[in-house]
């Protein structure tokens, strides 16, 4: 399952660390807690759109760029997700059934 939360904190700490600024930089500069934009890069807290708008202007950046990149890695995320659930449904089905190579061990 893609989770949005997740794409969106990785989305943020891209953009922070290309700036090369730390957490504390930013969580001062968003007025955010340093704590909490932690869990909200690693995808652990849900962050309100007045929380996300803090941010994106303590990074220099629009509240709607970051949804744009968000959407754009939200749908390839989307893409590899039905890909690896769709390979993993064919080897499922090519698999032998459970129990069938300890029947021909048994002959």
Known sequence: MVLLREILGDTLRSKRLAQRR??????AAAKVSLGYLSEVERGQ????SELLASICEALGMELSDLMRDVGTELAHAEVRFKSGA???RRAL?????AGADTAKKDK
């Open 22 to 27: 730390t957490l504390r930089e930013v969580s």
């Open 86 to 88: 769709a390979a993993s």
């Open 93 to 97: 089905r090519a698999a032998p059934p």
């Open 45 to 48: 807290k849900e962050a309100s």
